[in-house]
């Protein structure tokens, strides 16, 4: 039985292909900084402007926290999938990446289409 996957498998060429980019960091860090930033200053007046603002600032705040952790999370995830054996042949044979054993191996009686 298959208890690790081949980074063969996946065609990874190292575990350090999954990371972080700057690009979206700064794009997103720019659209919310605008949102937190640049309309709390042209919040309409009025008896509620600071309560605007104030709305702007948080909200900008909030989701860019929530998308960075989201963001973060996918860099080095801490579980993954619990593939089965057949399935994990199966994608290694599809995807042009046959594991060595993938010749002689035969699926379970209880794979196998009746």
């Not at 997103?28 to 900084?33: N, P, R």
């Not at 009025?46 to 709305?55: D, E, F, K, L, S």
């Not at 199966?90 to 209880?110: H, K, Q, V, Y």
Request: net charge negative.
């Amino acid at each position: 039985m298959l208890t690790y996957v081949n980074a063969t498998l996946f065609d990874q060429t190292s575990p350090a292909t999954m990371g972080a980019s700057a690009l979206p960091i700064i794009i997103f860090s720019a659209i919310f900084g605008v949102i937190g930033i640049a309309l709390p200053i042209i919040a309409p007046k009025g008896p509620n402007r600071g309560i605007v603002q104030c709305v702007l600032i948080l909200t900008a705040v909030t989701c860019w926290l929530f998308w960075l952790c989201c963001y973060m999370a996918q860099m080095n995830p801490l579980i993954g999938p619990k593939l089965h054996q057949n399935t994990i042949l199966i994608m290694a044979r599809e995807w042009g990446n046959p594991l060595p054993d993938m010749d002689s191996w035969t699926p379970p009686a209880e794979h196998t289409d009746h």
